[in-house]
């Protein structure tokens, strides 16, 4: 596992596996440091910055969702 300071533009393109321990952790200085990120990242998204961003996790059909919820 590795350990870096966080950088938004690494961050936005990590990808991420649930079922998976992550191999790479991002730190964070401070709950105002992470605001301040936040307050970036929504920036970038009104400034269309975020618009090739690399892809999240497969969409999950409602179908499947729900018969995962009924079961729970």
């Given at each position: 596992m590795?350990?870096?300071p966080v950088q938004l533009e690494w961050l936005i393109n990590q990808g991420a596996e649930i079922d998976h321990y992550q191999p790479l952790l991002f730190i964070v200085d401070s709950f105002d440091h992470l605001f301040g990120?936040?307050?970036r990242l929504e920036r970038w998204m009104r400034e269309g910055k975020l618009n090739n961003v690399?892809?999240?996790l497969p969409e999950i059909a409602e179908k499947d969702l729900r018969s995962?919820?009924?079961a729970a």
């Amino acid at each position: 596992m590795q350990r870096y300071p966080v950088q938004l533009e690494w961050l936005i393109n990590q990808g991420a596996e649930i079922d998976h321990y992550q191999p790479l952790l991002f730190i964070v200085d401070s709950f105002d440091h992470l605001f301040g990120l936040v307050d970036r990242l929504e920036r970038w998204m009104r400034e269309g910055k975020l618009n090739n961003v690399a892809p999240g996790l497969p969409e999950i059909a409602e179908k499947d969702l729900r018969s995962f919820m009924d079961a729970a």
